[in-house]
T-cell receptor, first 114, second 115 residues
């Protein structure tokens, strides 16, 4: 069974640009959560999507958005990039209604804003 | 608001020595508690979790953790550390089982293992 796949693994963008990151969950998992990891703020919850609907949201500005497709793949978008958006972005997938109590994380996308 | 404190930023142990990583949490209801490990450049791997029941939980790679409600602690232990255990360890608290939604993580403890 393939794990959680995040693409691309590395990304360099210029301040002011926008970026889209992709997360393909484990087959059958309908919940996808996104996290931002930085040395200064640590791991912070961005949002969760379940069955194409945003179910929970963290405390991030509106520049951070996401969506989920019918095949459960999820994308997150960051518009008007700032230097402080440089981070490792992690997604995790789970199947809470399937009796599985574990969420699985991908390897992350390392975003560098210059 | 929920919070997690990992008081040790960096710990160094000798290979074969025992290990205890501390975690204290603040949560208004029954917490779901997790320990994750992260190797450089990698994502998070779940070591173990506590939802209810036996307060001593066993995880992968020989790790265990004990939930102590009176002390609001969920410390991670391993009787004999291997060099491959060198990594960063995160304690987390959440409101639901089976999802990574709205987890609050501690700041992490970096473990160094000397040979």
């Amino acid at each position: 069974k393939a794990g959680v796949t995040q693409t691309p693994r590395y990304l360099i963008k210029t301040r002011g640009q926008q970026v889209t990151l992709s997360c393909s969950p484990i087959s059958g998992h309908r919940s996808v959560s996104w996290y931002q990891q930085t040395p200064g703020q640590g791991l912070q919850f961005l949002f969760e999507y379940f069955s194409e609907t945003q179910r929970n949201k963290g405390n991030f500005p509106g520049r951070f958005s996401g969506r989920q497709f019918s095949n459960s793949r999820s994308e997150m978008n960051v518009s008007t990039l700032e230097l402080g958006d440089s981070a490792l972005y992690l997604c995790a997938s789970s199947d809470p209604q399937g009796g599985n109590t574990e969420a699985f994380f991908g390897q992350g996308t390392r975003l560098t804003v210059v | 608001a929920q919070s997690v404190t990992q008081p040790d930023i960096h710990i160094t142990v000798s290979e074969g020595a025992s290990l205890e990583l501390r975690c204290n949490y603040s949560y208004g209801a029954t917490p779901y508690l997790f320990w994750y490990v992260q190797s450089p450049g990698q994502g998070l791997q779940l070591l173990l979790k506590y939802f209810s029941g036996d307060t001593l939980v066993q995880g992968i790679k020989g790790f265990e953790a004990e939930f102590k409600r009176s002390q609001s602690s969920f410390n991670l232990r391993k009787p004999s550390v291997h060099w491959s255990d060198a990594a960063e360890y995160f304690c987390a608290v959440g409101a639901q089982a089976g999802t990574a939604s709205k987890l609050t993580f501690g700041t992490g403890t970096r473990l160094q293992v000397t040979l």
